[in-house]
């Protein structure tokens, strides 16, 4: 279940990044498909063309994965990227 989500636009390429975090909890019925315990899954989405998704981290608690993607984040708005405010 999506917990938090930020987009990002840069301003002189066609590129939007999408920033998740998800909250996994294991299926029990399907072994092998997955973490074992529940925790939060931070990805990535570069949206254009196609969307790429890459896996950012998997972590047990939600203050460590809203860091990661905070972190993440800057490194984007190093980039020059710059949030995108959902609109009203």
């Known amino acids: 279940m999506l917990v938090f989500r930020e987009q990002y636009e840069h301003p002189s390429q066609a590129s939007r990044v999408r920033l998740n975090v998800y909250e996994y909890q294991p299926d ?3 072994t092998g498909m997955g973490p074992r315990e529940a925790g939060y899954l931070v990805t990535e989405d570069r949206v254009g063309t196609v969307t790429v998704v890459s896996t950012l981290g998997f972590f047990p608690g939600q203050e460590e994965a809203l860091a990661s993607l905070r972190a993440r984040a800057r490194e984007l ?3 020059r990227y710059r949030s995108l405010i959902p609109a009203a």
Do not use: E
């Open 28 to 30: 029990t019925k399907v």
């Open 77 to 79: 708005q190093a980039q």
